[in-house]
């Protein structure tokens, strides 16, 4: 059962910028990469991954430039800047505050502890 893209939206930068944190990559392998990290529960829509893309780079957090592919097929390369790993370090600090707060809300900790 796939799970509510509402639930992991506010947290489609620090996704792309987890991946590219890695290695260099373009939008299809990352989606690819999403999907199978997740078991097939996540997808990104293209026009949320390109729209994400072109945020992240208008805010100099990561940058694209063309690939040379053997198959002639060109393909935009994103890699992370070092503001990208900045805001990537930050993202990842709220996911944690905001796992917990929401743990909390949900009693899982006490459920987890019992």
Same mark, same amino acid.
């Given at each position: 059962?796939? +799970?509510?893209? @509402?639930?992991?939206?506010? *947290? %489609?930068? &620090?996704?792309?910028? #987890?991946?590219? =944190? *890695?290695? @260099?990559? $373009?939008? $299809?392998? +990352?989606?690819? #990469? =999403? ?12 026009? %949320?991954? $390109? %729209? &994400? ?8 957090? =990561? #940058? ?5 592919? #053997?198959?002639?097929?060109? /393909?935009? $390369?994103?890699? +992370?800047?070092?503001?990208? /790993? ?12 905001? /796992? @917990? ?8 900790? &006490?459920?987890?502890?019992?």
């Amino acid at each position: 059962m796939p +799970i509510s893209a @509402d639930l992991i939206r506010g *947290h %489609t930068d &620090a996704i792309l910028l #987890a991946h590219l =944190i *890695h290695k @260099d990559s $373009y939008g $299809y392998e +990352i989606n690819k #990469a =999403i999907q199978q990290t997740s078991g097939g529960l996540y997808e990104l829509k293209e026009a %949320t991954l $390109y %729209t &994400a893309f072109k945020r992240l780079e208008d805010a100099g957090c =990561i #940058a694209s430039y063309w690939g040379e592919e #053997a198959t002639n097929a060109r /393909r935009k $390369y994103y890699r +992370i800047t070092p503001l990208g /790993r900045e805001l990537f370090g930050r993202l990842l600090e709220e996911w944690h505050i905001t /796992r @917990d707060i929401i743990d909390k809300l949900l009693n899982t900790e &006490a459920e987890n502890h019992a």
